[in-house]
């Protein structure tokens, strides 16, 4: 077992961007917070303050975290009420300008830090960089590496579950999109955008960031060197398996979709995508049914309703930042999924066969989008 810290980590700051705050975000992590912390405090570019940001947990990970950390700064939330408004509380805590927000089941390598901050020194004009994510338990193949932003309300991943060796890019790449397991930020450019959104508890809440970012006309990076390992993802959200599809990931799926689409595309753009995403609404409806989640998805849809008035409050928000239009953001594929989604031949033909079909439409419709 690693020696725990016993003092405040030095400050070493990289040229040109100052020393960087790192903000933890805990929901009973107990089996994954002490391999986090540890690489946070194990970097080679040692971070100025580390934050604990903690949701209430039940399990003994805030006191055992502390125990092995005494330099932790701890910040309580009081309940649980999901990662982004810990987020947010980090990042108004945190005393620099640069801030990795960190889950708690990522675990930085060594030189992860270093490799991030050096990226923000040779791209000064970024707002947001994103390592390169690998599983933990292989990490030799890819699970987040950045990507595009389909019309669909969904993410167009890059080299997902690609092998690292046949992974695509060098360097610091420039994405439209980027996964909140691991992001080094600009803390003002974050709490002037509004930070994340809270309403979506958790699932698309850094789709939506990284959308409202990007109509602003910031800069997202995803830098291939860095590497943090990815561990057992959020229990009761998270889905890997292509099987038990969870029925809190399929209501929260089923709101929080329409909220980002509601609240950040034109009404021109949504009129003119309305086909591809009614075609995409009946594929995953007819998803839910096939998984038994039929009700968890009506629920989602229902709960999107109860709360459009909020929606449409921070819509006007969104509009007033904007500077790009949607058709020079939006794709019309590829659709990412599971592979154990694909992997069977009814459901993988099904699949294929929506995915050519929303792509054929986009291309269709991009030009009267907004």
């Not at 986090?36 to 209430?56: H, K, M, W, Y």
Request: with cysteine.
């Amino acid at each position: 077992m690693a020696a725990s810290s016993t003092a405040q980590p030095a400050r070493d700051p990289a040229p040109g961007i100052g020393p960087i705050s790192v903000v933890v975000v805990n929901f009973d992590g107990l089996a994954h917070l002490e391999h986090c912390l540890d690489g946070v405090f194990a970097q080679t570019r040692s971070p100025d303050e580390v934050i604990l940001v903690d949701n209430a947990s039940s399990d003994g990970s805030e006191a055992a975290a502390l125990a092995r950390h005494p330099a932790l700064r701890l910040l309580r939330m009081g309940r649980n009420a999901g990662p982004s408004p810990a987020r947010n509380a980090g990042l108004a805590a945190a005393r620099n300008d640069w801030v990795l927000l960190l889950d708690n089941d990522a675990v930085l390598l060594p030189d992860t830090l270093e490799r991030l901050a050096q990226a923000a020194v040779l791209r000064p004009e970024a707002a947001v960089l994103e390592p390169r994510s690998v599983f933990a338990g292989e990490p030799g193949r890819v699970h987040y590496d950045g990507g595009a932003l389909h019309y669909v309300g969904l993410f167009s991943l890059r080299n997902f579950y690609q092998p690292l060796e046949q992974a695509q890019g060098r360097g610091s790449v420039e994405v439209d999109g980027v996964v909140s397991v691991a992001l080094l930020v600009r803390r003002e450019t974050l709490l002037a955008a509004g930070g994340f959104d809270p309403s979506f508890f958790i699932l698309f809440e850094d789709l939506d960031l990284s959308l409202r970012l990007r109509l602003a006309g910031h800069t997202l990076l995803c830098v291939e060197e860095a590497i943090v390992l990815h561990r057992g993802g959020t229990p009761g959200i998270s889905f890997r398996s292509g099987r038990d599809y969870p029925h809190s990931r399929a209501f929260l799926h089923s709101r929080n979709r329409w909220i980002v689409l509601l609240k950040n595309y034109r009404l021109r753009t949504l009129v003119a995508a309305a086909p591809g995403l009614l075609l995409y609404e009946l594929a995953w409806l007819g998803f839910a049914l096939a998984g038994g989640a039929l009700g968890a998805h009506l629920r989602g849809k229902w709960a999107f309703l109860r709360g459009i008035g909020a929606t449409l409050e921070a819509r006007a928000a969104v509009q007033r930042t904007r500077k790009l239009r949607d058709r020079e953001l939006l794709v019309g594929g590829p659709l990412t999924v599971t592979p154990g989604l694909r992997s069977s031949g009814v459901r993988g033909a099904l699949l294929g066969a929506l995915d050519r079909g929303l792509r054929a439409w986009w291309r269709l419709a991009r030009r009267f989008a907004g």
